[in-house]
C-alpha cells in the first residue's frame, strides 16, 4: 500500500470498502484459520487449547503467541483482489495466504480492519502483531521517515511475500487521451491517502515543475474507493494504484465498463508483512512460513484463484524494499 491499496467487486482495498461512512464499519474481524493438524511435525509442543501443535514452525513463534493461539492482523479491507469485505468476512489474497500460514504455524490470524496510514503506528504500538495490507516494503518504511526524510518512528521490518508494480487508471474510453503518468502534468489525479502512489504522483509533479510544465493536481483520499469515484465521475483525469488491483477494478466495476487500466505496471516492487523491529522472532517464523507455503504449493494455489499471479515471489525475503 503502501501501496496499499479496493473492494467486493472493485469497491470493496491495497492494500477499500464503501464510500465515506462504509469505509471501515467498525473493526471487522476475521480469522483466517487453516487445519491445525495439517503438514505437522510431531514436535509436541502445547497449543493456546493444551494439545499438543502438529504445525511444522509452532515453536519458532514467540511464547506469547503461542499462549494466545492468534496472530492479531491490522489491514485495510478496501482493497480488491488483495483484500476487501464481502458478506461481512475479509476476504482476498491476503487473508488467503494467512490461511496458508496458519497451517505452517499452527495459530490463527485475525483481522481487523482500519485506516491504512495507520497500520503501521498500530503495529508499533503493539495494537496489531503484524500488518497485512498490500504494503509496500521500502527503506523509508523500515527506517520510520517521512516523505522528507524527517525521523518519525522506530520504523517496521518486512518479511516480503509479493511484487506488484504502479499503474495508471482512467475512466473507459479514455477522454482525456492519458497514456502514461507523465501525460498527467497538469492535470487532475485521484489517490488513497500515505501509498507510495501519493508519493510517485508527488515525484512525477515534480518533473512537471522541473520541465517547464503544470504541476499536477494530487488529490488524496483516505480510502482508495474514494479516489475511484472521483475518477468515475469525471472529477479526475485519473487514478495511480497497485497494477493486479487496478486491472481487478477495470475488469470487474460496473461490470468492466467503468475503467481502463493505461500501459504495463512500472517500478515494480515488493508487498510485505509488517512486524515490529524488536519481534525479530515473529518476523523470522513469518519468513520461514512463506517459504513453507511457497515450498508445499499452497501460496501459487492462491494467486491463481485470484488471478494474482503476476506477484508471485520464489522466495522470502526480509526487508527487501528500496
Do not use: H
Not at 512486524?275 to 512463506?290: F, G, I, Y
Request: proline share 2%; hydrophobic share 35%.
Amino acid at each position: 500500500m503502501s501501496a496499499r491499496s479496493i473492494r467486493p467487486t472493485t469497491a470493496a482495498r491495497t492494500r477499500l470498502a464503501a464510500v465515506g461512512s462504509l469505509a471501515v464499519a467498525g473493526a471487522l474481524l476475521l480469522t483466517a484459520c487453516g487445519d491445525q493438524t495439517a503438514g505437522g511435525s510431531g514436535s509436541g509442543d502445547v497449543d493456546a487449547s493444551g494439545k499438543a501443535s502438529t504445525a511444522p514452525l509452532f515453536a519458532k513463534l514467540p511464547k506469547k503467541i503461542q499462549d494466545a493461539g492468534v496472530i492479531k492482523v491490522g489491514t485495510n479491507a478496501e482493497y480488491a483482489p488483495m483484500e476487501y469485505v464481502e458478506g461481512g468476512k475479509i476476504v482476498g489474497v491476503d487473508p488467503d495466504i494467512a490461511a496458508a500460514l496458519s497451517k505452517q504455524l499452527g495459530v490463527e490470524f485475525n483481522f481487523t480492519t482500519g485506516s491504512f496510514d495507520g497500520l503501521i503506528t498500530a503495529v508499533n504500538t503493539g495494537r496489531y502483531d503484524i500488518a497485512m495490507s498490500s504494503i509496500t516494503d521500502n527503506k523509508q518504511r523500515q527506517e520510520g521517515l517521512d516523505d522528507k526524510g524527517k525521523k518519525l518512528g522506530e520504523g517496521v521490518d518486512f518479511v516480503d511475500y509479493f511484487t506488484a508494480g504502479t499503474a495508471v487508471y482512467v475512466k473507459k474510453g479514455n477522454p482525456k487521451g492519458i497514456k502514461s503518468i507523465e501525460d498527467l502534468c497538469g492535470q487532475t489525479a485521484a489517490v488513497q491517502r500515505g501509498t507510495t502512489y501519493e508519493e510517485a504522483l508527488k515525484t512525477q509533479s515534480k518533473k512537471c515543475t522541473d520541465g517547464g510544465k503544470k504541476a499536477i493536481t494530487i488529490e488524496s483520499f483516505e480510502n482508495d474507493t474514494e479516489a475511484q469515484t472521483r475518477v468515475k465521475s469525471g472529477g479526475a483525469v485519473a487514478g495511480v494504484n497497485d497494477y493486479p488491483v487496478a486491472v481487478d477494478m477495470a475488469r470487474k466495476a460496473d461490470g468492466g465498463n467503468a475503467f481502463e487500466v493505461i500501459g504495463e505496471q512500472y517500478d515494480a516492487g515488493p508487498f510485505g508483512i509488517v512486524v515490529d523491529k524488536q519481534n525479530t522472532q515473529l518476523r523470522d517464523a513469518l519468513k520461514e512460513a512463506v517459504d513453507g507455503i511457497i515450498k508445499d504449493g499452497s501460496y501459487q494455489k492462491v494467486l491463481d484463484k485470484w488471478g494474482a499471479q503476476s506477484g508471485a515471489i520464489k522466495a522470502a525475503q526480509i526487508n527487501g524494499g528500496k
